[in-house]
Nanobody, 128 residues
Framework: LQIVESGGGLVQPGGSLRLSCALSGGTLDRYAIGWFRQAPGKEREGILCANSNDGSTKSTDSVKGRFTIARNRAKNTVYLQMNSLKHEDTAVYYC??????????????????????WGKGTQVTVSL
């Protein structure tokens, strides 16, 4: 399975951006998808995930109410819609795929190795 993220760039505070996560070599329906980010000097953190079997999603407090995740099965692609962006959202954003179980897991305490396949990331910079 290969994963490619795209859509990153420079955006002003309060603005919006949509990232894409395109899968190839496998079917999106088989995987839970997680979005992660890593700011300079910080550890990589999980922020949202989506299950395939029931479409349920989870998000961490840092992005809840601002970021949403959506799937397009026809395109084998997952999207991360980011609204009301803040300076502290500046990071490299990664998409990853893991086993599709009863619920997706993301956030503090969830090991990154739970997700088996990773993209190379896309840079998001929030600045004036």
């Amino acid at each position: 399975l290969q994963i490619v993220e795209s859509g990153g760039g420079l955006v002003q505070p309060g603005g919006s951006l949509r990232l894409s996560c395109a899968l190839s070599g496998g079917t999106l329906d088989r995987y839970a998808i997680g979005w992660f980010r890593q700011a300079p000097g910080k550890e990589r953190e999980g922020i949202l995930c989506a299950n395939s079997n029931d479409g349920s999603t989870k998000s961490t407090d840092s992005v809840k109410g601002r970021f949403t995740i959506a799937r397009n099965r026809a395109k084998n692609t997952v999207y991360l819609q980011m609204n009301s962006l803040k300076h502290e959202d500046t990071a490299v954003y990664y998409c990853a795929a893991g086993p599709d179980e009863n619920e997706c897991l993301i956030g503090p305490g969830v090991p990154l190795v739970r997700y088996d396949y990773w993209g190379k990331g896309t840079q998001v910079t929030v600045s004036l």
